[in-house]
């Protein structure tokens, strides 16, 4: 129950209410309602306002997109852009598609080149482990080509395909068996006469060529035509014509014809040295390392036309071909420089008596060979 007697704060309160500081107090929390009062009805009109400004433009916007107009170019815009951005997509695939095709011809093309490259490497390795392969004629000893062949004509194919072209279309032609010709076919024409010993010459070669393969084939033989055995009985019967006819009965079947076949060949040619600018004594010089050489003084230069070791026993053929890293990606042919030359001295001291065999065998061919098969040619 309230007491019936207040307490002095509140007669303090009620006298402070009613002096003129308690008036301005009161004012001026009533102005600051009202005033807040204002406000929050201004903003709430505001709001309203923004609101319905946003509204109409929305309203207007989506209007505008419905006209038919309007909805057509939107429609052909995105077509448009769906369009473009579709070709571009297809472009960037294949041109993807592109790169990787032809990534993998590129690797194909490498990959070939070097199966190729092992296949040959491998070919000489086993060539070295093994011996000479069936078909091979470089490097095989005349009589054996000669047997394979199973021909009346005592002399290897090889010979007698290379004399007709010079016969039939190269006889004129500047420098025969002296000008090296062109590396890289006569290792071509090697490989093929190796595979086969029958094969013709390809239409259009050059008859220097087909000359210095003629050389190549003679200096590939473990034996010169002139044998190891004769070679001084030889030397020694240079300057008569009797003695050497004696002295050559005395050779292999094969080798006699071969020698008379090759030196038949080189009479032919001298006789037209005024065109060809080799005569006899040219010929003999550029021919008789490859006809007549003493054993250890094998022509090895020539190696360098075929993949193919020697058959002579030796003690440095004891290890097998080597190959490094660059012969299984080198382009065929690629390290080599296809012109380069054959050079006419590789060492040794020149042989005058050998060279004057050789001339001796050409001059007078058919005198030394009159008991023989003399090769003619038309």
């Not at 092992?118 to 392969?133: H, M, N, P, Y």
């Not at 014809?257 to 065109?275: C, G, W």
């Not at 003084?297 to 290890?319: A, C, G, M, T, V």
């Not at 060279?355 to 009159?370: G, S």
């Amino acid at each position: 129950m309230p007491s019936a007697i207040s307490p002095p704060w509140q007669e303090k309160a009620s006298g402070f209410f009613s002096s003129s500081a308690g008036v301005k107090i009161k004012s001026a929390g009533q102005s600051a309602g009202t005033f807040v009062g204002e406000v929050a009805k201004d903003a709430k009109g505001n709001f309203s306002d923004v609101a319905e400004r946003v509204g109409t433009m929305v309203k207007s916007r989506w209007a505008f997109l419905q006209q038919p107009s309007t909805k057509q170019a939107v429609q052909e815009r995105l077509i448009s852009a769906a369009a473009t951005t579709g070709t571009l997509l297809r472009k960037g695939v294949e041109e993807t598609k592109d790169k990787v095709s032809v990534g993998k011809i590129k690797v194909e093309e490498v990959a070939k080149k070097t199966a190729q490259k092992s296949k040959t490497i491998l070919t000489d390795i086993e060539r070295w482990q093994k011996g000479v392969a069936s078909t091979d004629v470089f490097g095989v000893p005349i009589e054996v080509t000669v047997q394979r062949q199973q021909s009346s004509k005592p002399v290897p194919y090889i010979l007698v395909r290379c004399a007709d072209y010079l016969i039939l279309s190269g006889l004129n032609s500047p420098d025969l068996f002296k000008s090296e010709g062109d590396k890289k076919v006569i290792q071509q024409l090697v490989s093929i006469y190796n595979q086969d010993s029958n094969a013709s010459l390809p239409e259009g070669v050059n008859p220097v060529d087909v000359a210095a393969l003629a050389k190549c084939y003679l200096a590939s033989l473990p034996e010169p035509l002139t044998t190891f055995e004769l070679y001084d009985e030889i030397k020694g019967a240079r300057s008569s014509i009797h003695s050497m006819r004696n002295i050559l009965k005395r050779l292999p079947s094969v080798n006699y014809m071969t020698l008379e076949f090759i030196t038949a060949l080189l009479l032919r040619v001298s006789q037209k040295s005024l065109l060809n600018k080799m005569d006899a004594r040219s010929l003999a010089m550029e021919m008789v390392p490859v006809i007549i050489w003493q054993k250890g003084r094998k022509p090895e230069f020539y190696r360098q036309y075929w993949n193919q070791p020697s058959k002579i026993p030796s003690k440095n053929l004891d290890q097998p071909p080597s190959y490094s890293a660059w012969d299984m990606l080198a382009e065929e042919g690629e390290s080599v420089d296809a012109s380069s030359l054959i050079p006419l001295d590789d060492g040794v001291p020149t042989d005058f008596g050998a060279i004057e065999v050789v001339q001796c065998l050409i001059e007078h061919h058919n005198a030394i060979f009159t008991d023989a098969n003399v090769t003619t040619w038309r």
